[in-house]
């Protein structure tokens, strides 16, 4: 199912999708089968089509997105795709998400290179890899095994020493490493998860989608004087967040 809203600030459609072919195998992330040379064209036409023309304007967001190598993160029979203006099966019924959205929620983090950034979302690991290029460190959860498996690998094997990696429920966080200087978080939850709250540092910034299945809200938190701050930055439609059995937060 693929879900779309259109962006207030931009005029633009983007899209968040929980699934848009079945069976993917995602062991086959990270295949290179083609010259570097031509990817590295496709990546500045994203930047420039797909990022810079809606709005996208922070040197460092655009600067890791030409350094970051998207087409290590989807799946063999999808790289043709890999710099397009859609979100990609990676299996288990996720995507890679669109990179217009990915710039998005990471420019609104406003983000330091001292940074310490909380993910919540594993995924293919793209979202993380572009973090680390422009802050310190990031902690990152993933509640599908396979998935936070293969993530740490391939961060791991392209040498992303400052991507840690943990496989377990993201609704309780990270606790060990709090407080952290921003959090993003890409499921859906109803109500803003009162751990990520509490693991958010002071003046910390918080991105996050919440609330029921047809009506969300991208929300950016900030914390002032221990109590978050909310405002609403758009409408959107976003998987859920789910616990180890699968049920809705």
């Known amino acids: 199912m693929i879900f779309s809203r259109v962006c207030r600030c931009c ?22 089968a083609m010259t570097d040379d031509r990817y590295a064209q496709e990546r500045e036409q994203m930047v420039q089509k797909q990022l810079k023309r809606r709005g996208i304007s922070d040197e460092r967001v655009l600067s890791a997105f030409r350094r970051v190598k998207r087409h290590l993160f989807v799946p063999q029979n999808y790289l043709d795709l890999a710099y397009s203006d859609q979100p990609l099966p990676i299996g288990h019924n996720q995507t890679i998400s669109q990179p217009y959205i ?24 793209y979202q993380a890899a572009i973090l680390a290029q422009i802050c310190q460190e990031v902690y990152t959860i993933e509640i599908i095994p396979e998935l936070g498996r293969s993530a740490r690998k391939l961060l791991a094997d392209r040498g992303y020493t400052n991507v840690h990696v943990r496989i377990g429920d993201g609704y309780k966080g990270w606790a060990e490493h709090a407080p952290y200087d921003a959090i993003i978080v890409t499921c859906s939850p109803t109500h803003v998860p009162e751990p990520l709250g509490k693991q958010l540092a002071e003046e910390g910034c918080m991105i996050i989608p919440v609330g029921k299945k047809f009506a969300q809200e991208l929300i950016r938190l900030r914390k002032k004087e221990g109590e978050l701050v909310e405002e609403s930055v758009l409408p959107v439609r976003f998987v859920p967040m789910v616990n180890d059995g699968g049920k809705r937060y």
């Open 11 to 32: 005029l633009c459609v983007f899209v968040i999708c929980c699934g848009l072919s079945a069976g993917c195998d995602s062991t086959t992330i990270g295949a290179e």
């Open 102 to 125: 990915v710039a998005f929620m990471t420019e609104t983090l406003d983000l330091k290179e001292t940074d310490r950034v909380l993910e919540v979302g594993t995924g293919s690991g």
